[in-house]
């Protein structure tokens, strides 16, 4: 407690100099919750941030120093442990911290909604819990790609994990959004063993337009938990109506263009079930082209601690024996903490979705919120490990 009574007076200040970082995606850039500095000037100088929070300052009560403090027991790890044997030296550390974590910790997520740069939910909580949390969720869709490149470098700066999704269009269509990726494109079974077939061709196309911005994240020592295709068993995307054989063709292809051709070595590749088909193997495509196993839920009657055990125990007896850690990868209600810790329910994260499932009470409270965020075993954002830091304890930075 008396860590976490600390770690939200830091919040409170951090967050403000975050936000004032964090201006509205608009032609003016200028519009933003604290002040009028825009966003994308805070991100490219990188010195709003650093400097108002002390991280590369001398204030002696300095974020940084204080989530330093929290690990100072830790040792880097820089074991090769990913499924991309190029991976990152930051890479690498980030996936070992996080294997680590496993059962100690979990860490506290927010899906931003769609291109909201102003940080209206952000804002929300930091006011109600005085914290921040520890990972924010992204996503490409309807062409959000600079938005999402320049809050992923803002949150960055403060150690926030980054995870992107992508909820992509038709082939033909990619940026055309959530409805578009709810179609069906026919013949993708046939499509995808035909490589010289114009679909087939398409299907690259569109999956390596988002290659330049995790580029420019790779560049900027971003480390991204990368979850494409997500919900694929669920059946109401595109890329999970061919089933699970073509599934997995199509994420091993997405797979060898980032991994092997474009060399992407910031990625992390989280595979999120729904809730459906959890832990069913014909979707899985292998232990060396997945990082973290992953599942969600989202309806309220399932959603307490039972629904959160038998989600759980699906993936671990579905994958026993695997190395690979799990994590909440989409919830709609914020998991109970004291159920996880006593029935070893061991995510490594829950990403809480926005708008009506963040605030609409049938799925959280404010006193749950509040709860969630503030207990010891959630890391919030002011709790998380400088991973530069750690990187230049190894010798790597």
């Known amino acids: 407690m008396r860590r976490k009574l600390l770690s939200a007076l830091l919040a409170l200040s951090m967050g403000v100099s975050l936000f004032a970082g964090c201006g509205k995606d608009s032609s003016s850039g200028s519009e933003s919750v604290q002040t009028s500095t825009?966003?994308?000037?805070?991100?490219?100088?990188?010195?709003?941030?650093?400097?108002?929070?002390?991280?590369?300052?001398?204030?002696?009560?300095s974020s940084a120093e204080t989530i330093t403090g929290l690990w100072a027991d830790y040792t880097p790890d820089l074991s090769k442990n990913l499924s991309n044997p190029n991976a990152s030296d930051k890479a690498n550390l980030v996936y070992n911290w996080l294997c680590s974590i496993k059962g100690k910790?979990?860490?506290s997520g927010l899906q931003e909604k769609c291109a909201d740069a102003d940080n209206a939910e952000f804002t929300y909580i930091r006011t109600l819990c005085k914290e921040l949390p520890g990972l924010r969720g992204m996503d490409f869709i309807n062409g959000d790609y600079e938005g999402v490149v320049r809050r992923a470098k803002t949150w960055d700066k403060f150690n926030s994990l980054i995870s992107i999704c992508w909820h992509m269009g038709l082939p033909g269509e990619v940026d055309a959004g959530y409805n578009s990726s709810k179609k069906t494109f026919k013949g993708l079974k046939d499509i995808i063993?035909?490589?010289e077939s114009a679909e087939y061709k398409?299907?690259?196309?569109?999956?390596?337009?988002?290659?330049?911005y995790l580029k420019e994240l790779k560049d900027a020592g971003v480390v991204v938990l990368w979850r494409p295709f997500h919900e694929f068993d669920g059946g109401?995307?595109?890329?999970?109506?061919?089933?699970?054989?073509?599934?997995?063709?199509?994420?091993?292809?997405?797979y060898d263009r980032y991994t092997n051709v474009y060399g992407l070595d910031n990625l992390i590749w989280v595979l999120g079930y729904s809730h459906s088909k959890t832990g069913d193997q014909?979707?899985?495509?292998?232990d060396e082209y997945v990082d973290i196993i992953a599942a969600d839920i989202y309806d309220p009657a399932n959603q307490a601690l039972n629904g959160y055990q038998a989600l759980y125990n699906r993936l671990s007896s579905s994958f026993e024996g695997t190395k690979k850690p799990f994590t909440l990868h989409e919830c709609g209600k914020i998991p109970e903490v004291k159920g996880m810790k006593e029935n070893k329910v061991e995510w490594l994260w829950y990403l809480v979705w926005h708008s009506e499932f963040l605030k609409n009470e049938k799925y959280n409270t404010d006193p749950e919120i509040t709860a969630s965020m503030t207990d010891d075993y959630v890391l919030s954002m002011s709790e998380m490990p400088d991973f530069n830091a750690l990187l230049e304890k190894a010798g790597k930075n």
């Open 105 to 107: 910790y979990i860490i």
């Open 282 to 286: 014909k979707w899985y495509p292998g």
């Open 38 to 61: 825009s966003e994308s000037s805070a991100s490219e100088s990188g010195s709003s941030e650093s400097e108002s929070s002390g991280k590369d300052g001398g204030d002696e009560s």
């Open 202 to 212: 398409q299907i690259v196309e569109d999956m390596d337009k988002a290659v330049p």
């Open 236 to 254: 109401w995307f595109w890329w999970g109506k061919g089933g699970g054989e073509t599934f997995v063709k199509l994420w091993k292809l997405m």
């Open 193 to 195: 063993n035909d490589p």
